[in-house]
């Protein structure tokens, strides 16, 4: 079990630029989650998907954000244009169903400039 | 909606004693709690969680946690910290009948152990 990946593990980049966030879930997971952890909001939950599924995104921040699972194994975190409040760590999770807690990725601690 | 509070944003134990990490949810409905441990630039690992079963909840690495409902909390306890207990320790809900994923988090305690 390789565990949930995400990549990459470390993003710098420049105001306005394209960010895009990977995340590749356990295998046989169907439910997948984006949480974003700030020092001054903590962990907060952006959005998840069941069988590809967006379920709830109440928490997308705002338009900027966007976030896409085209297959079973495979989601994305897209912000355009970044910002520099942007800077967090995005943690990617999945689990293998509705009532199974959480395995989380190593994050990507993403910096605007 | 949920809220979590963790008291204590740093706790600091010598190698050997107590280890107690608070936690107090508002919820008007019993939700479903959760432990969390994340070391250094890691992810989130699950410690226990309680879902409806027994009120003391025992979890890996020698942690356990007890839901009391009529102080709507769920402190984290070890009898003996050991060095590498030193991490950052979240407490978390998610509404009963919604994913376990969909987690509400509390700040966040570090504990630090000294020898």
């Known amino acids: 079990d390789a565990g949930v990946i995400q990549s990459p593990r470390h993003e710098v980049t420049e105001m306005g630029q394209e960010v895009t966030l990977r995340c590749k879930p356990i295998?046989?997971?169907?439910?997948l989650f984006w949480y974003r952890q700030t020092m001054m909001r903590g962990l907060e939950l952006l959005i998840y998907?069941?069988?590809?599924?967006?379920?709830?995104d109440s928490g997308m921040p705002e338009d900027r954000f966007s976030a896409k699972m085209p297959n079973a194994s495979f989601s994305t975190l897209k912000i355009q244009p970044s910002e520099p409040r942007d800077s967090a760590v995005y943690f990617c999770?999945?689990?293998?169903?509705?009532?199974?807690?959480?395995?989380f990725g190593n994050g990507t601690r993403l910096t605007v400039t | 909606a949920q809220s979590v509070t963790q008291l204590g944003s740093h706790v600091s134990v010598s190698e050997g004693a107590l280890v107690l990490l608070r936690c107090n949810y508002s919820?008007?409905?019993?939700?479903?709690l959760f432990w969390y441990v994340q070391y250094p630039n890691q992810g989130l690992q699950l410690l226990l969680k309680?879902?409806?079963?027994?009120?003391l909840v025992k979890g890996i690495n020698g942690f356990e946690a007890e839901f009391k409902k009529s102080e709507t909390s769920f402190h984290l306890t070890k009898p003996s910290a050991h060095m590498s207990d030193a991490a950052e320790y979240f407490c978390?809900?998610?509404?009963?009948?919604?994913?376990?994923?969909?987690?509400?988090f509390g700040q966040g305690t570090i504990l630090t152990v000294h020898p």
């Open positions: 978390a809900v998610s509404d009963r009948g919604t994913s376990y994923g969909k987690l509400t």
């Open positions: 998907f069941n069988n590809n599924v967006p379920i709830d």
């Open positions: 295998s046989g997971h169907n439910s």
């Open positions: 309680y879902t409806s079963a027994a009120t």
């Open positions: 919820s008007s409905v019993p939700p479903y």
């Open positions: 999770a999945s689990s293998p169903g509705t009532a199974r807690p959480l395995h």
